[in-house]
Antibody, heavy 122, light 110 residues
Framework: QITLKESGLTLVRPTQTLTLTCTCS??????????VGWVRQPPGKALEWLGL???????NYGPSLSNRLTLTRDTSKNQVVLVMTNMDPVDTGTYYC??????????????WGQGTLVTVSS | QSVLTQPPSVSAAPGQKVTLSCSGS????????VSWYHQLPGAAPKLLIY???KRPSGINSRFSGSKSGTSATLAITGLQTGDEGDYYC???????????FGGGTRLTVL
């Protein structure tokens, strides 16, 4: 059974850095083809893709956040880490860890974590 | 404003058929596969359709997807109250080099 679970501090002050960890089980991050990444959703709004890290450690970032976002992975723990700098209240929302089928760019997200609500406030 | 355009809301009666639209461009739907997701209130989205028309294991055949040109459609037959919620389409934008989603359609089963 494939599961994804998000963890990390969920209250962040403006200008601070957000760090979230996605712990994956039921599959390996190095399986071909697999990609794991993040999608966020501001309260009452639509989904926004943030980025993906692929089985070969290649990364793809959304253009609007590429200068603030870094994805890394720890294959020994089967975890993907999101680091987003210079947080702002507009970054408030639910952050979902997602697994993509990974066959090509834009392949569907077939598994989602439960999501974690991140609040940016002073 | 989302790259993909979806009607904000749709409603239909139980047992009826409804179609949800998703409009894009050449660089999005026109040359890439479309996926569809269903999100219940307070829950994570769930994949319904991938590669324009394929259903993951466990997804009811009442859900079907299609694509024509720069638009895609999700059809739901035999509507049930459990089908209520938000539906999102998604695809790759070859120009932005990013995954893009629609703004979502809220389905109400009257």
């Amino acid at each position: 059974q494939i599961t994804l679970k998000e963890s990390g501090l969920t209250l962040v002050r403006p200008t601070q850095t957000l760090t979230l960890t996605c712990t994956c089980s039921g599959f390996s991050l190095t399986t071909t083809p697999v990609a794991v990444g993040w999608v966020r959703q501001p309260p009452g709004k639509a989904l926004e893709w943030l980025g993906l890290i692929y089985w070969n450690d290649e990364k793809n970032y959304g253009p609007s956040l590429s200068n603030r976002l870094t994805l890394t992975r720890d294959t020994s723990k089967n975890q993907v880490v999101l680091v987003m700098t210079n947080m702002d209240p507009v970054d408030t929302g639910t952050y979902y860890c997602v697994k993509a089928r990974g066959n090509f760019n834009g392949d569907a997200f077939d598994k989602w974590g439960q999501g974690t609500l991140v609040t940016v406030s002073s | 404003q989302s790259v993909l355009t979806q009607p904000p809301s749709v409603s239909a009666a139980p047992g009826q058929k409804v179609t949800l639209s998703c409009s894009g461009s050449t660089s999005t739907i026109g040359e890439n596969y479309v996926s569809w997701y269903h999100q219940l209130p307070g829950a994570a989205p769930k994949l319904l359709i991938y590669d324009n028309e394929k259903r993951p294991s466990g997804i009811n055949s009442r859900f079907s997807g299609s694509k024509s040109g720069t638009s895609a459609t999700l059809a739901i037959t035999g509507l049930q109250t459990g089908d209520e919620g938000d539906y999102y389409c998604g695809t790759w934008d070859s120009s932005l080099r990013a995954v893009v989603f629609g703004g979502g359609t809220r389905l109400t089963v009257l």
